[in-house]
T-cell receptor, first 114, second 109 residues
Framework: KAGVTQTPRYLIKTRGQQVTLSCSPI?????VSWYQQTPGQGLQFLFE???????NKGNFPGRFSGRQFSNSRSEMNVSTLELGDSALYLC?????????????FGPGTRLTVT | KQEVTQIPAALSVPEGENLVLNCSFT??????LQWFRQDPGKGLTSLLL?????REQTSGRLNASLDKSSGRSTLYIAASQPGDSATYLC????????FGGGTRLMVKP
């Protein structure tokens, strides 16, 4: 069974631009969560989607948004990029809404904002 | 607000040693606790998931314990190998998954 895939793997953007990251969960998994990892703040939860609905949200500004499609694939969008948005963005999938089930992570998208 | 702390932040041991990584959390109202491994520049690999009703889980040379009442978990690695070198993260599920800062492990041949 294929694992969680994320595209693109690397991205360089300029401050003020917007970016869209994509995540395809493991086949059959319906829950997708997004995380930001930085050296200073560590791993922080962004949001979780299940059945195309956002179920949970972390403490991030409204510039960070996401959506989930009917095939469970998810996208994350960051508008008006800031230098501090440079990070590794990880998505994870689980069979159902995540708190009881194991999370499986993708390889991440490394975003650099210049 | 849940806070997760991992001690030590870094650890260097010779190959073959048994070792213990520690994780503590402030709010005992958790659904489960999960241990992950992260290699440099890579995503996370799940190692063990302990449900809140369980006391421990084992997988190969790894054993994780959970004491919810005291807010602690330990990851025991037996007979460490150079391939175990990585950052180990624990995460707890309350209303969201909260991660510790990780323990960077180096196993020297």
């Amino acid at each position: 069974k294929a694992g969680v895939t994320q595209t693109p793997r690397y991205l360089i953007k300029t401050r003020g631009q917007q970016v869209t990251l994509s995540c395809s969960p493991i086949s059959g998994h319906r829950s997708v969560s997004w995380y930001q990892q930085t050296p200073g703040q560590g791993l922080q939860f962004l949001f979780e989607y299940f059945s195309e609905t956002q179920r949970n949200k972390g403490n991030f500004p409204g510039r960070f948004s996401g959506r989930q499609f009917s095939n469970s694939r998810s996208e994350m969008n960051v508008s008006t990029l800031e230098l501090g948005d440079s990070a590794l963005y990880l998505c994870a999938s689980s069979l159902v809404q995540s708190f009881s089930y194991e999370q499986y992570f993708g390889p991440g998208t490394r975003l650099t904002v210049t | 607000k849940q806070e997760v702390t991992q001690i030590p932040a870094a650890l260097s041991v010779p190959e073959g040693e048994n070792l213990v990584l520690n994780c503590s959390f402030t709010d005992s109202a958790i659904y489960n606790l999960q241990w992950f491994r992260q290699d440099p520049g890579k995503g996370l690999t799940s190692l063990l998931l302990i449900q809140s009703s369980q006391r421990e889980q084992t997988s190969g040379r790894l054993n994780a314990s959970l004491d919810k009442s005291s807010g602690r978990s330990t990851l025991y690695i037996a007979a460490s190998q150079p391939g175990d070198s990585a950052t180990y993260l624990c995460a707890v599920w309350g209303n969201m998954l909260t991660f510790g800062g990780g323990t960077r492990l180096m196993v020297k041949p």
